[in-house]
């Protein structure tokens, strides 16, 4: 496995993979890899003939310079994982040979980044897209892998794709959660263990809700949700929509569309999201 720190040491890999006709799988994460991030790189790895996986804080996604300054990181953990389940490249840039220069363009998703987490975290979106476009740009994958759980950054990052008409196809993949429940995240490893012990009702609460969803109506299924956030003390929602799983805007009424529940909810300070397909 080779470690690439800067953008010119990627760039000659993937000259070299080109040259040998090797299809490339790309896995773009900002590190502290957890069981998910596995599961998606060992997927990546057997979907293609070589795996890169990016690994980067990236500056300019975070709206809370808090949250940015208490994101964990250990590279040397992550390279090490990755090594055991033989990914090829890892590429891990400097913030500052990445915003070399200073972005000038700002990306436009419309109605797509209105919603859920856009007016929680404003610049959030533009951040990732303006990331995620660069690493397409130098790894030129085949294909790019991204969690479910970031269900807006999967619409986003496609709407990126089909703006810009890169050639690349982007795998969705399923939540990965912990057996309690609880899907893993990056962030689960700053909640206290109290905190650890009582995350997983998310995903209860959640599961419940698409059990209600054959009998009560979409009005009474988020009101039972945000009652049930609501009455414990340790979760402080942010928001819960019940949405088109395409277009992302609010649904009221039941239709032949693919639905579902997305949630944000801040617990011991950690902000935590997951989703529900209805
Ligand atoms: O999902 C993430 O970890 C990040 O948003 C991504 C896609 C790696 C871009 O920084």
Redesign the pocket.
């Known amino acids: 496995m080779q470690v690439c720190y800067t953008i010119n040491e990627l760039l000659s890999c993937v000259d070299k993979f080109k040259e040998e006709k090797k299809s490339i799988g790309l896995l773009?994460?900002?590190g502290a890899l957890h069981q998910g991030h596995l599961s998606l790189a060992k997927r990546a790895k057997a979907e293609n003939d070589v795996l890169i996986c990016?690994v980067?804080?990236?500056p300019i996604?975070f709206n809370n310079k808090e949250d940015l300054e208490k994101y964990p990181r250990d590279l040397e953990r992550d390279i090490k994982l990755l090594e055991e389940i033989n990914c090829d490249v890892v590429f891990a840039p400097s913030a500052e040979e990445v915003y070399a220069e200073e972005p000038e363009f700002t990306y436009s998703f419309g109605s797509l980044e209105n919603v859920l987490e856009g007016p929680q975290r404003p610049g959030h979106f533009n951040?990732?897209a303006t990331?995620?476009h660069k690493?397409f740009n130098w790894s030129k994958a085949d294909r790019a892998y991204?969690?479910e759980k970031?269900f807006q950054?999967v619409a986003i990052?496609k709407d990126l794709v089909r703006q810009f008409s890169i050639p690349i196809e982007i795998v969705e993949c399923p939540i990965y959660r912990d057996e309690d429940g609880l899907a893993t995240s990056?962030r689960n490893v700053r909640l206290s263990p109290e905190a650890r012990a009582i995350a997983p009702k998310i995903h209860e609460i959640l599961l419940k809700s698409a059990s209600l969803m054959k009998t009560l109506s979409i009005s009474q299924v988020k009101g039972y949700v945000e009652g049930e956030f609501k009455m414990r003390k340790e979760f402080t929602l942010e928001y819960f929509e019940i949405v088109d799983a395409k277009t992302l805007q609010p649904v009221t009424l039941k239709g032949d569309n693919k639905i579902v529940g997305c949630v944000a909810v801040w617990l011991d300070g950690v902000r935590l999201i997951d989703i529900q397909k209805y």
């Open positions: 773009p994460t900002m990016s980067f804080v990236n996604q951040g990732v990331i995620v690493l991204f969690g970031d950054q990052v990056s």
